[in-house]
């Protein structure tokens, strides 16, 4: 059994409009919780793993119902700290076809917008961790956040764990007064393992690649070999370098696959087609789960590892909500090569 994985963040509570109807035909929501590290611990719980989630949430109703939805998912919450008046929304109209999704955030003076340095016991909480995974949404949600999560990463290296993080620029969120080119390298520096989408690598740092356009629905991996370069050149201890690779052909045709660099070789998934999206919200932070997973439980096979995470986040798309609700074996069977969907009895 492998010691505990760490995320830090925020989690939201999500409102959908139900059978992707817009916004202003929606008469009802549909409720449920997610945000990316708590996105990633659920699917890490769902594998097996231990996993702790650290926030701030507020002490009333809503707060205590996301940890009761978290313990569900068998998710750690022991570290979970209370304070602040109002717990995060964000609004998701689901598109369809040619129509994009679309996301409202309603977020500002969140409880865990207001986290300051100190709050948390950092060392308490790595006790019989292994990895601490961020991403680049919480610095984003204030300067708080920012400076609490970059005293986590130190507290982190300094205890000798593994240090994750997904880019995940989010242009919306970034209002605090910072920017995320002047903020992110100083917590990215300090990473084992990097990953980013076919665009945060340009949006955050300027790295981009030549020729290739997401919006053409194909999406070239040779391409992307130039982007691990220059991110491991920028930032040298990264030990793994990891480009999700998604081509939008429509709102509901994605292709979907990814590239690792381990700064030696570069390791190419399958490319899967998923023609009937369900919801592809946490379609990144399904990928993270898997990845972590592999990485903990197929050492030196970076390959197997890049193709567990890859086939975990082709399945994250035919479910609703945030979650990765999947099993080890319904991941493995898809990285066998059995896309029917046969009815399993």
């Known amino acids: 059994m492998h010691k505990k994985i760490v995320t830090f963040g925020e989690i939201m509570l999500r409102l959908a409009t139900p059978e992707h109807q817009r916004f202003s035909q929606a008469t009802s929501f549909w409720a449920s919780f997610g945000g990316g590290e708590a996105n990633v611990a659920v699917s890490l719980a769902n594998y097996g793993l231990k996993t702790e989630f650290v926030t701030r949430l507020p002490d009333n109703d809503v707060g205590r119902s996301v940890i009761m939805e978290l313990r569900k998912h068998n998710v750690g919450t022991g570290s979970i700290i209370f304070g602040g008046e109002r717990l995060g929304i964000y609004f998701l109209e689901t598109g369809s076809v040619s129509r994009p999704s679309k996301v409202i955030y309603d977020r500002a003076h969140s409880s865990v917008s207001e986290i300051r340095p100190g709050m948390i016991d950092w060392e308490k909480v790595f006790t019989d961790a292994c990895w601490f995974h961020w991403t680049g949404i919480t610095p984003a949600i204030s300067q708080g956040a920012a400076d609490a999560c970059l005293e986590a990463i130190k507290a982190a290296k300094k205890l000798g764990l593994t240090v994750s993080c997904d880019l995940n620029f989010r242009k919306n969120l970034w209002k605090w007064g910072s920017a995320a080119k002047l903020v992110m390298p100083a917590m990215v520096e300090l990473c084992d393992v990097i990953l980013g ?149």
């Not at 370098?241 to 045709?253: K, Q």
């Not at 087609?273 to 197929?298: A, C, K």
């Open 197 to 345: 989408n076919e665009e945060d690598a340009e949006k955050v740092f300027g790295i981009k690649p030549e020729g290739t356009d997401v919006s053409s629905g194909k999406v070239d991996s040779s391409e992307y070999e130039s982007v691990c370069r220059q991110l491991k050149n920028r930032f040298p201890g990264a030990e793994k370098i990891i480009i999700t690779l998604r081509g939008s052909v429509s709102a509901d045709h994605n292709s979907w696959s990814g590239i690792l660099y381990n700064g030696k070789d570069f390791f190419n998934a399958p490319v899967y087609q998923i023609t009937h999206i369900v919801d592809r919200v946490g379609g990144g932070d399904s990928f993270m789960g898997g990845l972590i997973y592999g990485l903990l439980n197929y050492p030196g096979d970076d390959q197997k590892a890049l193709n567990f995470a890859v086939a975990a986040s082709c399945l994250k798309h035919t479910i609703h909500g945030d979650f990765n609700l999947v099993t080890i074996s319904e991941v493995e069977q898809l990285m066998k090569g059995d896309a029917s969907g046969r009815v399993v009895r």
